[in-house]
């Protein structure tokens, strides 16, 4: 128990802790018990999966994790890929995809790779989050107005068509339930405080549903209630088949997860100055998505807006997400009866709020307004992409098109310039007649390698008795770069043009001894500084 061990050390049980702990535990556990059943019911699973998703991955990732205060379960942004999945394989492909996706996460942080996704940029994060945030919007609307839409693929564009096809036929009792449960949730945080919003809006709109609109669709009504119990153990049928159908899913599970794990944990540090480990945090979130389907839940993450609500009541460690799962479970057992009365209009209201949160537009517009084009235009495409296709491709292809604009702009910083005539490093050594000086500022990589032929065309014409690169700027050079710089030396050396070589790192140098370019040059040709440039040049 990784986080729990941690935390011990850091002296962080004592009494004062312990109250804190308990007391951000309770609220945070309130907090999350509307959104399980929300997020469950619109992936595609039952309210209860919900529960027991939040009970089981909650407490795995508060005690294996690597962050002391993250807050895991059910998360909007799993909502897009998760209800797609279960469209497609039910809920026990779904489950199964959650276990391949657990292993993936624990294979990630085994083998160290969470720091990784920091350098995923900011532009595709927004734009993914939005476009999340606008499915999880659009897919509400069915449960808010009360519609019956005619059936539709899974496509995006067609569901809005068929809903807003049905949207003059809107069920009013079921919209004022809805749209009084959105008043609930904006306006309770300003009167009421010290009341998680959520859970007051429920308790409201159940009342509302028993006392004025019986007819409104309720939990009982569509799922039959919620059981008293934990589920036993089940083990998923696996087949080559299936997993083979399924490692797609189960990869855009893991990296949303990942993403979203560690963006939660980076939250969570800047509002408690706290430092998580990233690798291990990986390591918790993949064991809590093996067990967690094991015991009829689903895929699981950090949950950033549960796991700042827990910070700012007092957590100071993983007692606090303990304390949570605790809330939840005794919260089923004792109060699942009364959940069949409550309305799923009343869970879509609380959706709604979560995608206008998630999608953080004031981000996106003030991206849009103040960023360089090319970046607008890779959160655009990733936005697109992630409404219209798939999360997956739109994170790669949003990924992708930041590392090439990346490179164009790294490749656009190098500069190959003639020093020729800047000769204070030289000292009183004049240069002998028909030399000429180089000097390449930047990494040599094949981004830049273009702008090195350059060089070779512009001087090829000239007859040189000598030309000297200096490269004392060039950190590194790559495969590309390598292979230009020994075209170009071999070039020269065939019009017998002398090149001597100025400079280097040790990585640029190993790089060229490994290609045997420095024997090509002669240990006379290679000199560490331009001070030196005298001695080489006359001998």
């Known amino acids: 128990m990784i986080a729990v061990i941690e935390s011990y050390r ?146 995006f564009h067609e569901k809005l068509l068929a809903l807003l096809q049905a949207l003059p ?80 899913p189960a990869f855009a599970i893991a990296m949303l997860g990942a993403i979203e794990s560690l963006l939660s944990a980076v939250v969570a540090d800047g509002m408690a100055g706290t430092k998580h480990d990233s690798n291990q945090e990986l390591v918790g979130q993949g064991i809590a998505n093996i067990a967690a389907p ?37 919260v089923m057992l004792v109060f699942a009866p009364w959940a069949k009365h409550l309305p799923l209009c009343a ?36 936005f697109g992409l992630t409404v219209f296709s798939d999360l997956v491709l739109a994170v790669n292809a949003g990924v992708m098109l930041a590392a090439l604009l990346f490179m164009k702009r790294m490749g656009d910083a190098v500069t190959v310039e003639d020093t020729t005539q800047d000769l204070e490093d030289l000292g009183a050594i004049p240069l002998p007649p028909d030399t000429m000086i180089y000097r390449i500022n930047g990494p040599f990589f094949f981004g830049a390698a273009e702008r090195l032929q350059n060089l070779l065309q512009a001087v090829n014409d000239k007859p040189l008795a000598c030309l000297i690169l200096d490269m004392r700027q060039v950190p590194f050079a790559d495969a590309t770069g390598v292979a230009v710089l020994g075209d170009l030396i071999s070039q020269f050396h065939q019009q017998d043009t002398r090149v001597i070589l100025c400079g280097g790192s040790k990585q640029l140098l190993a790089s060229l001894k490994k290609a045997h370019l420095l024997t ?13 440039l005298g001695d080489a040049l006359a001998s």
């Open 294 to 330: 094991l015991f009829g839940g689903f895929a699981a993450t950090g949950a950033i807006a549960r796991t700042a609500t827990n910070i700012r009541h007092g957590a100071t460690s993983p007692l606090s997400g303990i304390v949570h799962c605790a809330v939840l479970l005794l």
């Open 169 to 248: 036929h809107l069920d009013w009792g079921t919209t004022s339930v809805a749209c009084q449960t959105l008043l609930v949730l904006i306006f309770a945080p300003k009167f009421l405080p010290k009341i998680p919003a959520p859970l007051l809006a429920i308790i409201y709109a159940t009342v509302v549903q028993i006392g004025m609109f019986d007819q409104v669709a309720t939990i009982g009504s569509a799922f039959g209630g919620i059981p008293q119990s934990l589920p036993s153990w089940q083990w998923p049928t696996v087949s080559l088949q299936k997993i083979l159908e399924l490692a797609g």
């Open 347 to 382: 869970l879509s209201a609380i959706l709604f709020v979560v995608a206008y949160r998630m999608g953080e537009w004031h981000h996106f517009i003030h991206l849009f307004k103040t960023a360089p084009k090319s970046d607008v235009a890779i959160m655009l495409t990733t």
């Open 520 to 532: 090509k040059l002669g240990l006379n040709n290679i000199v560490g500084d331009r001070k030196n």
């Open 10 to 155: 850091a002296g962080l049980f004592g009494r004062k802790h312990i109250a804190n702990n308990l007391g951000a535990g309770l609220v945070v556990g309130l907090v999350a018990l509307p959104l399980a059943m929300a997020f469950a019911i619109a992936s595609g699973a039952k309210p209860e999966q919900g529960l027991y998703t939040a009970i089981v991955a909650g407490f795995l990732t508060s005690t294996l994790g690597g962050s002391r205060l993250q807050i895991s379960g059910p998360t909007g942004a799993f909502i897009a890929i998760l209800s797609g999945i279960t469209a497609v394989h039910g809920i026990a492909g779904l489950q199964l995809a959650t276990i391949m996706a657990g292993f993936i996460l624990l294979a990630m942080g085994l083998l160290r790779v969470g720091a990784i996704i920091k350098y995923i940029p900011r532009p595709v994060i927004i734009g993914f989050t939005s476009g999340i945030a606008t499915i999880i919007w659009v897919g509400q609307w069915k449960d808010f107005f009360g519609l019956k839409p005619a059936a539709s693929s899974l496509l």
